[in-house]
């Protein structure tokens, strides 16, 4: 087996090891089918397998995470991500840093301006009520933005990558056309093991 293959199969059996062994810390919303615990790692080992990440990323990683306040489930979503990623800050690659930024958003229109003017590499996406993904999709693919989520409906719509459950254990989902409209490459290794989508719906 090589070393990517391994790497993935690794982080897969730990997740699963974890959320078996802590069944009272890692409780999954009713959007997503796994905690923010078990998401993260998993995504940010799944964002190393992107060939031409480092092409539009520099010394940091930015994530932005996109939640509306106003909606209790995208809010709680969002305080938990932060609180993991203070607890236990990643590190995408010996060079780059990974820092993220919430990001308030309600409207198309305000989150093209807050993307605009952050420039993130990354966008998380929250469970969203009334903020149409395929609004979102456009414009994580004209920014060439990837485009990350807990919610594994919302691939079916265009989000790039999702992680879910099959099983029990931990599932990555790529929807592979929308990743390669937002610019990403992902290694054979890991489309392997991942559910693929390969539609291009992005409509609710």
Not at 123 to 139: E, G, M, Q
Not at 146 to 166: F, N, R
């Amino acid at each position: 087996m090589k070393i990517e293959t391994r790497t993935i199969y690794l982080l897969l059996l730990y997740t699963y090891l974890l959320c078996i062994g802590c069944p009272s810390q890692l409780t999954a919303s009713s959007s997503m089918e796994t905690p923010v615990e078990v998401q993260v790692p998993i995504l940010m080992n799944v964002l190393t397998f992107d060939r031409n990440f480092k092409q539009h990323s520099g010394d940091e990683l930015l994530i932005g995470i996109l939640y509306q306040e106003k909606f209790r489930e995208s809010l709680d979503i969002k305080n938990n991500l932060e609180k993991y990623l203070k607890k236990n800050p990643p590190q995408f690659t010996e060079t780059s840093l990974v820092r993220w930024i919430g990001i308030q958003s309600d409207s198309i229109r305000d989150l093209k301006i807050t993307i605009e003017k952050e420039k993130p590499d990354v966008l998380y996406i929250t469970p969203l009520r009334a903020l149409p993904i395929k609004d979102i999709v456009s414009l994580t693919r004209s920014m060439k933005i990837t485009s990350i989520t807990g919610v594994p409906h919302y691939c079916e719509l265009g989000v790039s990558v999702a992680v879910g459950s099959k099983g029990g254990n931990p599932l990555i989902i790529i929807n592979l056309p929308s990743a390669i409209a937002e610019g990403a490459d992902f290694s054979s290794k890991l489309l392997k093991l991942a559910k693929i989508i390969n539609n291009t719906m992005n409509t609710e």
